[in-house]
């Protein structure tokens, strides 16, 4: 067992948090791919990202099972953190690559395309190859802290037992437009037309949840907060980062101090300085864990051992 799975399994105090609270700011593209199997950049994939590994496809077990809460925790975050690690991992090799584009005095036509779909996916209208692009696309093509990705989850899903979890993998309460693009909230008013997004596996859900927080204006804000701390030489946590999501639930501040609650009660930060050896890894060892076969590879201590590793 790690020691990860031991932290967690020590007796923290049980805090009970409102679910589906949240206003979550919709995104018009989820109609569109959100819950698509594809890669995190769809048709944008980079030749040297590896394949999927067969496990991001894989459904969410039914936490419902677990009695004991403290153990219910502890496997839910064991199943979230690998999930978390595959999806940063892979944006941290499009992030290098787009600072080896930002460093080329000329960019082919080929480079110029990844950009340009970069750019329409993420957001981002300046000039193709220009100085203001390169910036904007390197603050939003960015890893978001697992105590974050995991605190939110764990509220939004029931701790991965609501009925969007269960039946849609949605473990974010991620919205969508199109009829027939998800669930049907149950007591949705009169009129009103949107749907909770069905995913693929809950490694789409997370995908799709960090593309949101990275690209939709209501999060600009947490992306400020993440640049200020790139700036200063250091890393964003995930309770800083929570001051940007005002605009994620109508609760407001109060949704805020909530999520950053479940950080501290949870001893979450213990992820987000676990992931630091990820985010200091070398391309080979990003390359690795972004296709490594089995999850258990991905679990905090194993991370360490990949992330620092050369063969």
């Known amino acids: 067992m790690s020691s990860g799975i031991r932290v967690l399994l020590l007796a923290f105090p049980m ?4 679910l589906w609270g949240a206003l979550h700011t919709p995104d018009p593209d989820l109609d569109r791919n959100a819950n698509r199997g594809g890669d995190e950049t769809d048709d944008i994939v980079l030749t040297k990202l590896p394949p999927l590994p067969r496990w991001a496809r894989t459904d969410l077990p039914d936490f419902s099972d677990y009695s004991d809460t403290t153990e219910k925790k502890a496997a839910f975050f064991a199943f979230l953190y690998p999930r978390i690690v595959l999806a940063n991992s892979r944006i941290l090799i499009e992030r290098e690559y787009l600072q080896s584009l930002a460093d080329k005095e000329n960019l082919t036509r080929s480079e110029l395309t990844w950009l340009r779909r970069q750019a329409e996916r993420l957001r981002v209208d300046e000039e193709p190859g220009s100085q203001d692009m390169f910036r904007r696309l390197e603050n939003r093509l960015d890893v978001i802290p697992p105590s974050l990705i995991m605190a939110q989850a764990a509220n939004e899903s029931a701790w991965g037992t609501s009925r969007f979890a269960l039946r849609g993998n949605n ?6 437009f199109s009829k027939g693009c998800g669930l049907v909230p149950q007591g949705r008013i009169e009129g009103a037309s949107h749907e909770v997004a069905t995913f693929d596996s809950p490694y789409f859900s997370v995908r799709s949840y960090i593309q949101n927080l990275n690209r939709h204006p209501t999060y600009q804000p947490l992306r400020d907060i993440r640049l200020k701390a790139h700036s200063n030489g250091d890393y964003a946590s995930g309770s800083s980062l929570a001051a940007g999501l005002l605009g994620y639930s109508e609760r407001g501040e109060d949704y805020v101090k909530e999520i950053r609650s479940m950080i501290r009660h949870n001893n979450l930060t213990y992820y987000d300085e676990k992931f630091r050896s990820v985010r200091e890894g070398s ?10 076969s089995k999850e258990e590879a991905l679990l905090p201590d194993n991370v360490d051992d990949a992330a620092g590793s050369e063969g």
């Open 283 to 292: 391309q080979k060892s990003l390359l690795k864990l972004a296709s490594a």
């Open 171 to 176: 473990l974010f309460g991620q919205w969508c």
């Open 15 to 18: 805090v009970i948090f409102g």
